[in-house]
């Protein structure tokens, strides 16, 4: 049997690989997405293939798993370039991007701390951008802009016109707005608080923020179109379970919905739980 009819063999498949002998994990991870339904929006699987998310990802980041002294490795793309893309490729897990809300230098090596900034993982930002149930003419509020790459996907639906992004943290959001435009995006960029939305481009047909909350803003309703769609990650303060929460605005500006999946996300800044000592005096 030659190597062409090898190939052809049902249930046999050879690695996908680009130049250079590497593994194509951009490859693997669409053929992820696809078994696991994240493209049950058409519009998902061109947008996956148009945004490079290798772009919009550092060339060091914590791995979101801690190694056996409660350290968070950092992922080295100069080290090792075949690890670093499987890991910004992997469908599961997320690329944490900042640390102690930047206290904490990438640069200085494996470290402990709370993370304050992520690229999402793959599977949670496609099921969150379904949810959103999108069309081409919708004007979209994206909060959390970070990175840029859940903005760059929205751009491929709606277009930079219709899309506004906000970032609270100014490192963030010059990086997120760095990444976008070198891609050849260019929706409004704001350094604000997503809490209090963006009333210069409102009203919007949907609402998609990446930080967690534990209520929703009423700003978020106000800027709401009738119809609208929210979609955000939710948690309270009892326990480090979240979950996904989908709402619609109707007529009167108020929001009702359920909660259609898990979503583990890092609270937004003004939704942390306050942390106080108190002291104990003994007998």
Not at 128 to 136: E, G, I, M, N, Y
Not at 155 to 177: H, I, K, N, Q
Not at 225 to 233: D, K, L, N, Q, S
């Amino acid at each position: 049997m030659d190597a062409a009819a090898d190939t052809a063999v049902p249930g046999r498949q050879r690695p996908a690989e680009i130049a250079g002998g590497l593994v194509d994990h951009r490859h693997i991870a669409a053929q992820e997405l696809e078994v696991m339904g994240a493209f049950r929006s058409p519009w998902l699987r061109p947008a996956f293939h148009a945004v490079d998310r290798e772009a919009f990802a550092p060339a060091r980041f914590w791995s979101p798993v801690a190694d056996s002294e409660g350290l968070y490795p950092v992922i080295d793309r100069d080290l090792d370039e075949d690890v670093w893309r499987r890991t910004v490729w992997g469908t599961h897990a997320s690329l944490v991007t900042q640390m102690n809300d930047g206290a904490t230098r990438v640069e200085d090596g494996p470290a402990r701390g709370d993370f304050s900034s992520s690229i999402s993982a793959l599977d949670i930002a496609f099921e969150k951008l379904h949810q959103l149930d999108l069309a081409p003419d919708h004007r979209v509020l994206h909060l959390g802009t970070a990175s840029g790459y859940d903005s760059a996907l929205l751009c491929e639906r709606v277009g930079p016109g219709r899309l506004t992004t906000l970032e609270c943290d100014g490192a963030l959001s010059a990086w997120g707005r760095k990444n976008l435009r070198a891609a050849g995006y260019a929706p409004t960029a704001v350094c604000g608080d997503g809490l209090d939305g963006w009333e210069p481009t409102a009203p919007y047909d949907r609402i998609i923020a990446t930080a967690s909350v534990r209520r929703v803003p009423d700003a978020w309703r106000h800027q709401a179109a009738e119809g609208a769609v929210i979609v955000t990650p939710y948690t309270t303060a009892y326990g480090s379970g979240g979950a996904l929460l989908r709402l619609t605005v109707d007529t009167e500006g108020i929001a009702t919905g359920r909660f259609v999946g898990s979503a583990f996300y890092m609270l937004a800044r003004a939704h942390r739980p306050a942390r106080h000592l108190r002291s104990c005096v003994g007998s």
